[in-house]
């Protein structure tokens, strides 16, 4: 069944492509632009510009991006200043996507329907064309751009204080990537280039980090789950794959995410504050819970009968310290039973579910506004707030928008699992019949599955001695069976 090897001839990308792209329109997401997108697009000459006098110029403050090595489609920056006492005042940026994006267009249409970019292992389909993403609507380096300002107070405890949402100008100084800056924070390698170049920037990148710090450790004090999973990510040689390598997270992804928890928590009060109905993104109180009492029960560690993330965080911290090594497929287990986010409609004055993972009441999503549409919508109602005009969206529209963008991220999310899987079939199709060390990373009467050390690739289990008494985490030798391309399939046998 290991019939990819004339594809070695053929370029592994663009079969990937192929099959990204056929799993697209089956989920019902669109792969291409519209000639309409098109038309609408060529009209698009230059970047949003507004001399508004509501619209501060903050192009001075030393702002910088942190993304992927690759990225274009820059979406946040961020800057930061001390206050006395050993509070910090943190601004974030995000692009006014809005400014260019206008609703009702073509374009907004394309990104109403698809809600989100699709990242798969082959291509990135973008939710908006690339000449905005990645150019006139993303915060490049060295370019002044509209925006909208997240201003907080994070305080010596790690709680948000005081804080503020307005329009700004803003000028990225300088483009930074996740892994040398974590390295960096780690102290583990050199500064990047920009941050020796930039004066200052080394300073203010430290105080970010350490603001970031108080604000994570405040969430797990609240109850945050400390999760962490292992993403496969795809190397090319001249189209061809070569490998499949974990990425996992690191002090800059960390000081990142921080921010921008904190950073979408204070639009969600800010609408809230304003009577504006808006989008929330939760996480339930998961209805699987007896499946983790029982998942840690079979570790010997006690959970109680109710949900509790306090609880589930005390568990999760004693995993990591005892077996560091199978945190990460304990956490994909924990993440599967705790089942996927969503969006729902706010009314203000109306109860509304918080967030189960990040232990947050009041949170939303509007710091990516060029790879997600509820972001857009977030900007939308935020900037509807601020000139006192009435919301863009009516609450049934915010309804029907809520369900929509959760079904939309679900397929996209679909589609990048089902690359990954006929990626990890592409990689593996020559060594059929060979031996691997693996770690179970599911185990349900459904299935086993187990991942692979090198490369980073998880198949299922069919056949083998003692199937049904496996556990996450449980390590053994497996033999590569079967890869089968087209249908996404990696089967092992115990060895």
């Not at 907080?152 to 503020?164: A, F, H, L």
């Not at 609408?271 to 939760?282: A, E, F, M, Q, T």
């Not at 900037?383 to 029907?400: E, G, I, M, V």
């Not at 185990?443 to 003692?466: M, N, Q, W």
């Amino acid at each position: 069944m290991a019939h990819e090897h004339g594809r070695e001839r053929s370029s592994h990308k663009m079969d990937l492509v192929t099959v990204a792209r056929r799993a697209m329109v089956e989920r019902g997401l669109l792969p291409d632009f519209s000639d309409a997108v098109a038309n609408e697009l060529e009209a698009i000459r230059e970047a949003a510009a507004s001399s508004e006098g509501s619209i501060r110029d903050l192009r001075a403050l030393l702002w910088a991006s942190i993304d992927n090595d690759d990225s274009l489609d820059l979406d946040q920056l961020s800057v930061a200043e001390p206050l006395a006492g050993g509070a910090t005042k943190v601004y974030v940026a995000v692009a006014d996507v809005d400014a260019v994006v206008k609703l009702g267009s073509a374009i907004d249409d394309h990104a109403r329907t698809n809600t989100t970019s699709v990242y798969t292992a082959a291509r990135i389909f973008p939710m908006l064309p690339e000449k905005l993403s990645t150019d006139l609507t993303s915060l490049r380096e060295g370019v002044d751009r509209l925006s909208v300002v997240m201003e907080m107070v994070v305080e010596p405890d790690g709680s948000v204080g005081p804080s503020d949402v307005y329009r700004a100008t803003v000028r990225n100084k300088a483009k930074l990537a996740y892994d040398s800056v974590a390295a960096w924070l780690e102290g583990t390698g050199p500064a990047p280039s920009r941050v020796r170049d930039v004066a200052g920037l080394d300073a203010q990148l430290r105080l970010q980090d350490e603001a970031a710090h108080r604000l994570r450790s405040r969430r797990f004090e609240r109850g945050a789950l400390s999760l962490e999973t292992i993403e496969a990510r795809p190397l090319f040689r001249d189209g061809t794959l070569t490998d499949l390598v974990p990425d996992g997270r690191n002090r800059a992804k960390d000081l990142i995410e921080d921010l921008m928890v904190a950073a979408n928590g204070v639009t969600a009060r800010f609408l809230d504050g304003r009577k504006l109905p808006s989008l929330r993104r939760v996480l339930r109180s998961p209805e699987r819970w007896a499946k983790i009492v029982a998942l840690a029960g079979s570790l010997g560690e006690p959970l109680p009968p109710d949900p509790s993330n306090a609880a589930l965080e005390a568990f999760l911290q004693k995993r990591r310290a005892a077996a560091p090594a199978r945190f990460a497929d304990l956490s994909l287990s924990v993440v599967k039973l705790l089942g996927r986010g969503e969006y729902v409609l706010d009314v203000p004055g109306q109860p509304v579910p918080g967030h189960f993972g990040l232990a947050l009441e009041d949170y939303t999503h509007s710091t990516a506004p060029n790879r997600r549409f509820p972001d857009l919508v977030a900007h939308r109602l935020l900037k509807a707030a601020l000139s006192n005009r009435p919301a863009p969206y009516a609450a049934d529209q915010l309804s029907a928008l809520a369900s929509h963008c959760t079904l939309q991220e679900d397929a996209a999310a679909k589609v990048e699992r089902r690359v990954r899987k006929s990626a990890a079939a592409l990689l593996l199709s020559p060594r059929v019949g060979q031996h691997f060390d693996a770690i179970v990373t599911g185990a349900s009467p459904k299935g086993t599955y187990v991942r692979i050390d090198h490369p980073a690739a998880e198949g299922r289990l069919v056949r083998g001695s003692g199937l049904e008494a496996l556990q996450v985490g449980d390590r053994l030798r497996v033999v590569l069976v079967l890869t089968d391309f087209e249908q996404g399939y990696v089967d092992f046998a115990r060895a």
